[in-house]
């Protein structure tokens, strides 16, 4: 189960795995105590609302006197490149040597080069990605002392991809298509979609939020029913959300059903480990035990793309749960959707006692 990287790709070669992320986005990253998730709108733990660059400001003001010093991130706030699918491309890189491409657009500001640098260093190829005169999306993420994260976005003034701007050229040649469920990107989405399945290109879609399934659960089921999705991540909570009003909401339940639109799908259950589902085969991957969580952001981002790795080197539906379990777990260690140089190498040992473990079994 050891990581076999893919040889350098030529400049001009497509990418295996190509990521929509319309916005750039810059997060900033810190642990607070309570009190300051206490005085900001919205659930606890998800990433709505949006907030205005005011209130960012005001944010990242607050963060400040509310900092949780932490002996292994000695920064108290992390700024880095950020965006659910920039994290799961970027892992799927850096951590196993596949090729991979992001399609967006950045602003011409000190955000926006902040990305692109961060993007270029980690081996992206950035020739999908755009830049605009405007703004790069920002968001606060706010890691409580058990490593729960809270974000909030700023990415109403950002820069984006418009749906009229992508073009077969985007797709050609790749794989697999990442995506994140977002209503306000609802059209590009479906016109990604489109671009990709014509181009042969297989779907992956994450469903980001339980307050995202919640309030827009409808354009979500017409998402699902269209066929088009072949791999969907839900977490515990998104799941529920799924199929809430319903009789049996359980996750076993929310795999089911994702199993009968995608053909796969898999529901990370956090420290339980994950279930998944390919055709009538279904399996249940614990969770690594080591993997003492300091922050939550990208556990889910980074589970994609140990998954997705296991299906582009043809392993089995346990393999890749275990392979993402493995990837996941290396996130959480330190803080940000970033993994450090040392749990990437953390990782790699946890993938081989498993290999080991399962050789034995």
């Known amino acids: 189960m050891g990581a076999e990287y893919e040889s350098a790709p030529t400049p001009h070669e497509a990418?295996?795995?190509?990521?929509?992320?319309?916005?750039?986005?810059?997060?900033?990253?810190?642990?607070?105590?309570?009190?300051?998730?206490?005085?900001?709108?919205?659930?606890?733990?998800?990433?709505?609302?949006?907030?205005?660059?005011?209130?960012?400001?005001?944010?990242?003001?607050?963060?400040?006197?509310?900092?949780?010093?932490?002996?292994?991130?000695?920064?108290?706030?992390?700024?880095?490149?950020g965006g659910s699918v920039a994290n799961t491309i970027r892992g799927l890189s850096v951590g196993f040597g596949i090729n991979c491409g992001i399609i967006g657009a950045?602003?011409?500001?000190?955000?926006?080069?902040?990305?692109?640098?961060?993007?270029?260093?980690?081996?992206?190829?950035?020739?999908?990605?755009?830049?605009?005169?405007?703004?790069?999306?920002q968001c606060v993420c706010l890691v409580d002392a058990v490593g729960n994260r809270t974000m909030r976005p700023c990415l109403s003034s950002a820069v984006r991809i418009q749906p009229t701007e992508l073009t077969r050229e985007d797709f050609k040649g790749s794989k697999w298509l990442v995506l994140r469920y977002a209503i306000f990107n609802l059209e590009i989405i479906h016109n990604a979609i489109r671009i990709a399945k014509q181009e042969g290109v297989c779907v992956s879609l994450d469903l980001a939020s339980f307050e995202m399934v919640r309030n827009f659960r409808l354009p979500l089921l017409e998402l699902l029913n269209s066929g088009d999705i072949d791999l969907c991540f839900a977490n515990e909570d998104e799941a529920t959300e799924l199929l809430r009003g319903q009789q049996n909401a359980d996750p076993e339940a929310a795999l089911d059903f994702l199993g009968n639109h995608c053909q796969w799908a898999v529901v990370t259950l956090g420290s339980n480990g994950c279930i998944a589902k390919h055709g009538k085969e279904v399996v249940r991957?614990?969770?690594?035990?080591?993997?003492?969580?300091?922050?939550?952001?990208?556990?889910?981002?980074?589970?994609?793309?140990?998954?997705?790795?296991?299906?582009?080197?043809?392993?089995?539906?346990?393999?890749?749960?275990?392979?993402?379990?493995?990837?996941?777990?290396?996130?959480?260690?330190?803080?940000?959707?970033?993994?450090?140089?040392?749990?990437?190498?953390?990782?790699?040992?946890?993938?081989?006692?498993?290999?080991?473990?399962?050789?034995?079994?």
């Open 15 to 81: 990418p295996l795995v190509v990521g929509l992320q319309p916005s750039a986005l810059i997060d900033h990253v810190a642990r607070v105590d309570w009190s300051l998730l206490d005085q900001i709108p919205g659930d606890r733990g998800g990433s709505i609302p949006q907030v205005a660059f005011e209130e960012l400001e005001h944010i990242l003001k607050e963060v400040k006197t509310h900092i949780l010093s932490s002996p292994n991130d000695p920064s108290p706030v992390r700024t880095i490149a």
């Open 285 to 361: 991957v614990a969770a690594v035990r080591e993997a003492k969580a300091t922050d939550a952001t990208g556990a889910g981002d980074l589970f994609a793309s140990g998954f997705l790795y296991g299906l582009v080197k043809g392993l089995s539906l346990e393999e890749c749960c275990r392979v993402g379990s493995c990837s996941g777990g290396a996130v959480v260690r330190s803080l940000g959707g970033e993994v450090t140089p040392d749990n990437w190498k953390w990782m790699y040992k946890q993938m081989q006692y498993n290999k080991a473990a399962s050789l034995c079994s």
């Open 106 to 137: 950045h602003g011409d500001d000190e955000q926006g080069r902040l990305f692109v640098n961060n993007m270029s260093f980690n081996g992206i190829n950035l020739s999908r990605l755009r830049m605009k005169k405007g703004p790069t999306g």
